[in-house]
């Protein structure tokens, strides 16, 4: 599966933004899709992912009640909507997938799409 994020920009603090990600392929329906994020010098997190069947979510401590990933398997595409976003969310935002994983073991996918830049203003 090939993946392509897109949707990052610059927002202020308390502002919202909404991710997106295409992906290639005929069997979309089968992968658990989520998305990671790395802030300069720091490593790359998990924040958040769906299960394959759509029906489970998994998000990171962080970001809880703030973000909500979705997925629209008719069109190949996975969200993840950022409300009340702060300056610590400021990061590239990758999208990755693997194939029936559970979203609580999505931790290190195999397939990754290129990041996009969520830079947030105080």
């Known amino acids: 599966v090939q993946l392509q994020a897109s949707g990052g920009g610059l927002v202020q603090a308390g502002g919202s933004l909404r991710l997106s990600c295409a992906a290639s392929?005929?069997?979309?329906?089968?992968?658990?899709m989520g998305w990671f994020r790395q802030a300069p010098g720091k490593e790359r997190d998990f924040v958040a992912a769906i299960s394959w069947s759509g029906g489970v979510t998994d998000y990171a401590d962080s970001v809880k009640g703030r973000f909500t990933i979705s997925r629209d398997d008719a069109k190949n595409m996975v969200y993840l909507q950022m409300n009340s976003l702060k300056p610590e969310d400021t990061a590239v935002y990758y999208c990755?997938?693997?194939?029936?994983?559970?979203?609580?073991?999505?931790?290190?996918?195999?397939?990754w799409g290129q990041g996009t830049l969520v830079t947030v203003s105080s």
């Open positions: 392929g005929r069997t979309f329906s089968t992968y658990t």
């Open positions: 990755a997938a693997d194939k029936f994983e559970a979203a609580s073991r999505f931790r290190t996918p195999n397939y």
